[in-house]
């Protein structure tokens, strides 16, 4: 029992690094965003918010705020007929949002109302000569078709993923009993050798939860 409460609390920590990253990387990247906004360099802005939306975590408050910052930037861009920066704007939105997902989708109501947004844009900038005749609606409705089209996870990366989580969650539990005695003792080689298996699938774990 005693051996499982250390494995469950080495397992806790390391999440928590993990989450703690992410949290505090997202609200950097805000900040920074609000500080280039203030200073009216919106296209530094944008992305500042692009990469505070990135670092997302279930219940992260500056990931949501980030995206709630960009539709005003969007917004605001419309209002001024500045179409560019609009889509822009939007496009980060999805950019983030998509590049968060794994075996689910987050923020999907902001996904889809960028999406809609994205192709009445796009339906209003210059036609290349195969749209010409076609009208707006249909523009629309064939820009949205692409932008809604279902590009799931990566198989790949998901599975990457998965192998990385279980590897370092065994890995910990592999410490416990293998690199502690019955007395709680560090047992320096196999703490070294599971040690460096935990840091591994914890590596794995991290690019394969980015790339998926």
Same mark, same amino acid.
């Given at each position: 029992?005693?051996?499982?409460?250390?494995?469950?609390?080495?397992?806790?920590?390391?999440?928590?690094?993990?989450?703690?990253?992410?949290?505090?990387?997202?609200?950097?990247?805000?900040?920074?965003?609000?500080?280039?906004?203030?200073?009216?360099?919106?296209?530094?802005?944008?992305?500042?918010?692009?990469?505070?939306?990135?670092?997302?975590?279930?219940?992260?408050?500056?990931?949501?705020?980030?995206?709630?910052?960009?539709?005003?930037?969007?917004?605001?861009?419309?209002?001024?007929?500045?179409?560019?920066?609009?889509?822009?704007?939007?496009?980060?939105?999805?950019?983030?949002?998509?590049?968060?997902?794994?075996?689910?989708?987050?923020?999907?109501?902001?996904?889809?109302?960028?999406?809609?947004?994205?192709?009445?844009?796009?339906?209003?900038?210059?036609?290349?000569?195969?749209?010409?005749?076609?009208?707006?609606?249909?523009?629309?409705?064939?820009?949205?078709?692409?932008?809604?089209?279902?590009?799931? *996870?990566?198989?790949? &990366?998901?599975? $990457?993923?998965? @192998? +990385?989580?279980?590897? !370092? %969650? #065994?890995?910990?539990?592999?410490?416990?009993?293998?690199?502690?005695?019955?007395?709680?003792?560090?047992?320096?080689? *196999?703490?070294?050798? &599971?040690?460096? $298996?935990?840091? @591994? +699938?914890?590596?794995? !774990? %991290? #690019?394969?939860?980015?790339?998926?």
């Amino acid at each position: 029992m005693k051996r499982l409460r250390t494995g469950l609390l080495v397992a806790a920590i390391l999440t928590a690094i993990v989450v703690g990253r992410v949290l505090l990387s997202a609200r950097s990247e805000l900040r920074s965003g609000e500080a280039a906004l203030d200073r009216g360099q919106t296209e530094e802005a944008i992305g500042h918010y692009r990469r505070a939306g990135h670092w997302y975590a279930p219940g992260n408050p500056w990931s949501t705020e980030a995206l709630e910052r960009l539709v005003f930037v969007a917004r605001r861009a419309e209002m001024q007929g500045d179409l560019d920066t609009a889509l822009r704007a939007y496009r980060a939105i999805r950019t983030s949002i998509l590049g968060t997902r794994s075996f689910y989708t987050p923020h999907p109501s902001k996904l889809s109302a960028a999406n809609r947004r994205i192709a009445r844009l796009m339906a209003r900038l210059p036609r290349p000569p195969e749209d010409e005749g076609k009208t707006y609606a249909r523009l629309v409705e064939e820009h949205l078709a692409l932008l809604e089209r279902d590009d799931s *996870p990566s198989a790949f &990366w998901s599975f $990457v993923m998965l @192998v +990385g989580f279980a590897t !370092w %969650i #065994v890995a910990a539990f592999r410490i416990v009993r293998r690199g502690l005695d019955a007395d709680g003792r560090i047992i320096v080689r *196999p703490l070294l050798t &599971w040690g460096g $298996v935990l840091v @591994v +699938g914890l590596g794995v !774990w %991290i #690019v394969g939860l980015w790339l998926a």
